[in-house]
Structure formats: C-alpha cells, structure tokens
C-alpha cells in the first residue's frame, strides 16, 4: 500500500515553456503533500508544502509565482514550473502523507526536468 | 551552517566489509530522525528510524547522540547491493523533513 505516482518521469523542454508535474496518492488519501527539488550531487530540498483545499506554504527563496501548486484533491497534486529557464532544470519529487503525519512520506518516482 | 551535514564519500568498500557513516544536525530541539537510501536517479526509501535507544534492523543498525546532535549507521557484511548514497534525515521543525547531501557506498567485489 501507500503508493505514490508522478508523471511524467522525464520531460524536456523549451526555454519559456510551462510544465505540469501530477503527483498522485494511489492507494490512500493525502492530505499533505510535499514537493521537492534536487540538483545533482545535492540534497533533496523542500520547495512547498500542499495542504488539500488550501493555499500551499513556500520556502524561503522559492518563488510561488513561478512554482504553482494545486492540491485540488485528496489524491493528487499539481506543480507547474511558467517559463522554465535551463536553471530549473532539476529532479522533482512529490511525497504525500496520511493525516498530516510529517515523518512518514510516501515519495513519488520523481520527474527528471530538462529545459533547453 | 548546514542543518544537516554528511560527509560526502565515497566510501569505497570491499564485500563484506563493514562501514559506519556519521551525520550532524544543528537543531538542537529536533525530534524524529531517519535514514533513507537513494539510488541514482530514483527517489530516496525510507531505510530506518533511528532511536534514542539505538536500534538494530538486520546488518544495519543506527544510533543517536542528542548530546552531541550527531547520528550514526553501521551497515556489516556488505553487500553489492548496499551500493547507494545513503540520507540523513531530520524533522527539524515538527513540520517538515531536512535532508542531508548523502554519502554515497560504493561496494565492489
């Protein structure tokens, strides 16, 4: 149980292009998911925090405006990167959560964004 | 000050050997910690809890010293497939996990 997907696993872009990443709980409802970036040879750093039916909490230096998050659902949850830029490309992670509980994330496969 | 700092590696190991890697966290309030492993290109796996008391899954066991706000994991009998970068994890804030950079575990036969 307690499986989480993302898609796409990969996708490669246009500089200035938008792009979606859907993260989904399978198997439970989620009312807390985490999205994540990590560059390479670096740590997995948490970008926002989605409560379901509610507005997300950004991180320090993470811009809301470029990085929307929808969590229009108990099962899934959206990041869209506006105008990606070559900097944003990056490894993105979701996690989902039963009932809040922050030491127990279920972490989706990741998204591997490439933008040209 | 990284929250959370590991040495980097690579631990370069033969089978069988047995390796410990150590982690710092700042915080000192900090409540829950972990260590998950993260193969290239994939997300990280929880791999344990790590306890006040130490605790002990199999050939890995973990330990905490709040005192010195470090964490340990000693993986014994090496296996190929421990080959991975290894995450110290913290929930620092109550509210959300800190992740350290890795160590990475190269087992070689």
């Known amino acids: 149980g307690a499986v989480v997907s993302q898609h796409p696993s990969r996708v490669i872009c246009k500089s200035g292009t938008s792009v979606k990443i859907e993260c989904r709980s399978l198997d439970f409802q989620a009312t807390t998911m985490f999205w994540y970036r990590q560059f390479p040879k670096q740590s997995l750093m948490l970008m926002a925090t989605s409560n379901e039916g509610s507005k997300a909490t950004y991180e320090q230096g993470v811009e809301k405006d470029k990085f929307l998050i929808n969590h229009a659902s108990l099962t899934l949850s959206t990041l869209t990167v506006t105008s990606a830029h070559p900097e944003d490309s990056s490894f993105y992670i979701c996690?989902?959560?039963?009932?809040?509980?922050?030491?127990?994330?279920?972490f989706g496969p990741g998204t591997r964004l490439t933008v040209l | 000050r990284k929250e959370v700092e590991q040495d980097p590696g690579p631990f370069n190991v033969p089978e069988g050997a047995t390796v410990a890697f150590n982690c710092t966290y700042s915080n000192s309030a900090s409540q829950s910690f972990f260590w998950y492993r993260q193969d290239c290109r994939k997300e990280p796996k929880l791999l344990m809890s790590?306890?006040?008391s130490g605790n002990e899954d199999g050939r890995f066991t973990a330990q905490l010293n709040r005192a010195s706000q470090y964490i340990s994991l000693l993986i014994r009998d090496s296996k190929l497939s421990d080959s991975a970068t290894y995450l110290c994890v913290v929930n620092a804030y109550g509210n959300k996990l800190v992740f350290g950079a890795g160590t990475i575990l190269r087992v070689k036969s």
């Open positions: 996690s989902a959560t039963l009932a809040g509980v922050v030491d127990t994330q279920y």
């Open positions: 790590v306890y006040s």
